[in-house]
């Protein structure tokens, strides 16, 4: 090989980002990774740091949204690479966010929404039986804490305003639990994965609680990134999060999030929101209740 040719390699090998090179060198502007109310505990912010940043080479910077609406702009304007949000605010923001990893509960890229009632209240057992009651919603832009369950109504020919007594919005699916533990509502709906995980921890407000019914099978919150971000950028995060079983830091988290593994994400784990959300917005007809909500 002559020196040009070697000289030209050298160059274009050099033009290439570290973590594209395989080298762990450190750049100085940080990843930007975005949790929202997916998120389980603070103490895994440090966890998501650590993984994240031995396995991408780079400064992570760990970034708390209180809202989907608040992640979807931060994204949207280019103040986060990635984030893990909701399969709701994905489907309406997929102009401009990719998806890149799907957690696995149990292994399964699966959830579904639950309603809940207070533990005493036995003789609930289907939405119809809330009627009337004080509800707590979760986000504007989730799936299990607030469109399964508008839907559904839709499908009753029935609005949060007519049904309930009364509605709030909790912006967090713990305190979703905690609102229905204390009473400070009668019921609510909640992520499946969050209020098994509670219930599993003996969580005080869940044991308080009990579940009236539970959804069909949606795709479990995703983690995404920006569409403008570099695509090699975004493969390096994919591949960081779909080894994570692999690594000591990748085990931790795993651990802490109470996940399997991370899958490689496919468009049709979200076909059914994307059906709810067309409900929602009027342009796909009710679909009958019995295919929203199942019994507990």
Not at 21 to 48: C, E, M
Not at 94 to 119: D, E, M, N
Not at 244 to 250: D, L, P, V
Request: contains cysteine; neutral net charge; hydrophobic residues 40%.
């Amino acid at each position: 090989m002559d020196r040009r040719t070697l000289l030209a390699l050298f160059g274009a090998t050099a033009a290439l980002p570290a973590w594209a090179q395989g080298k762990s060198v450190l750049r100085a502007n940080p990843f930007r990774f975005g949790v929202t109310d997916v998120f389980l505990h603070d103490g895994a912010i440090h966890l998501w740091q650590d993984f994240l940043q031995s396995r991408l080479g780079m400064p992570v910077q760990i970034i708390q949204k209180s809202s989907y609406q608040e992640a979807l702009e931060a994204l949207r304007s280019d103040e986060m690479e990635a984030a893990w949000i909701c399969g709701f605010p994905y489907v309406v923001a997929k102009g401009f966010v990719r998806l890149c990893a799907q957690p696995g509960w149990h292994g399964q890229p699966w959830y579904q929404s639950y309603l809940i009632t207070s533990a005493g209240r036995t003789q609930a057992h289907t939405l119809a039986d809330l009627q009337g009651d004080v509800f707590a919603f979760d986000d504007p832009l989730s799936n299990s804490g607030y469109l399964v369950p508008v839907v559904a109504l839709r499908a009753m020919n029935q609005t949060p305003q007519r049904f309930f007594r009364g509605t709030f919005y909790t912006y967090s699916l713990h305190k979703v639990v905690e609102a229905v533990g204390s009473g400070l509502a009668d019921s609510g709906t909640v992520d499946g994965y969050i209020w098994e995980i509670l219930h599993q921890k003996r969580s005080p407000s869940a044991l308080k609680t009990r579940i009236v019914a539970k959804s069909t099978r949606y795709g479990f919150p995703p983690i995404v990134t920006r569409k403008n971000l570099d695509h090699g950028l975004h493969l390096h995060l994919q591949q960081a999060l779909l080894s994570a079983q692999n690594s000591e830091e990748g085990r931790r988290l795993l651990q802490s999030l109470d996940l399997r593994n991370f899958l490689m994400p496919q468009e049709n784990w979200f076909s059914g929101i994307q059906e709810l959300v067309e409900i929602l917005d009027g342009t796909h007809a009710p679909i009958p209740l019995s295919k929203i909500y199942e019994t507990a």
